[in-house]
T-cell receptor
Framework: QKEVEQNSGPLSVPEGAIASLNCTYS??????FFWYRQYSGKSPELIMF????GDKEDGRFTAQLNKASQYVSLLIRDSQPSDSATYLC??????????FGTGTQLKVEL | EAQVTQNPRYLITVTGKKLTVTCSQN?????MSWYRQDPGLGLRQIYY???????DKGDVPEGYKVSRKEKRNFPLILESPSPNQTSLYFC?????????????FGPGTRLTVL
């Protein structure tokens, strides 16, 4: 069983719609949860992090964490073509070691 | 500008020819790490370093070496590269030991071993 699982996609949404990206993790001791965006051939860049149950909002992005279900999600409101990228979910169990999922490819269509 | 730099950005080499990929950060970060990224496998940690002279294996350390003689530099060494080390490599750094700290990634090094 993979430690961090994501649907590889591609997930296609029309421009202006809400994109919902999901991630599950296996280690109940995981403490922090990160969403990185990665454009093709580029390095990952941090979008959001969350460590408490519930929602965390930052502009058009909302991260949701449910530790009991071992589930973290990222909602992107008013999706734009520039949001088309691969979204990587990453978790830490303590310290700095990040464990990544394989990523979900998002395509925002005009 | 705060950044992580890697060199070279692209490298094509042949099996068995030793190579070094350099990584440098100007943020005075204690923690540095190397990842490789392969299609369908995601980012996997190769080695990491908590501080100068402190390094440890990640999930896929076989065939790689690292050193941390200075805080800002964390080179990745392939003593005898093989084709299965063809990959996209990223160096990353973060401050302190908190799991809440953001990791900053370098621009990546695309390595091809023939």
């Amino acid at each position: 069983q993979k430690e961090v699982e994501q649907n590889s996609g591609p997930l296609s949404v029309p421009e202006g719609a809400i994109a919902s990206l999901n991630c599950t993790y296996s280690d109940r001791g995981s403490q922090s949860f990160f969403w990185y965006r990665q454009y093709s051939g580029k390095s990952p860049e941090l979008i959001m992090f969350i460590y408490s149950n519930g929602d965390k909002e930052d502009g058009r992005f909302t991260a949701q964490l449910n530790k009991a279900s071992q589930y973290v999600s990222l909602l992107i409101r008013d999706s734009q073509p520039s949001d088309s990228a691969t979204y990587l979910c990453a978790v830490t169990g303590g310290g700095n070691k990040l464990t990544f999922g394989t990523g979900t490819q998002l395509k925002v269509e005009l | 500008e705060a950044q992580v730099t890697q060199n070279p950005r692209y490298l094509i080499t042949v099996t068995g020819k030793k190579l070094t990929v350099t990584c440098s950060q100007n943020m005075n970060h204690e923690y540095m790490s190397w990842y490789r990224q392969d299609p369908g496998l995601g980012l996997r940690q190769i080695y990491y370093s908590m501080n100068v002279e402190v390094t440890d294996k990640g999930d896929v350390p076989e065939g790689y070496k690292v050193s941390r003689k200075e805080k800002r530099n964390f080179p990745l060494i392939l003593e005898s590269p093989s084709p299965n080390q063809t990959s996209l490599y990223f160096c990353a750094s973060s401050s302190g030991e908190s799991s809440y700290n953001e990791q900053f990634f370098g621009p990546g090094t695309r390595l091809t071993v023939l």
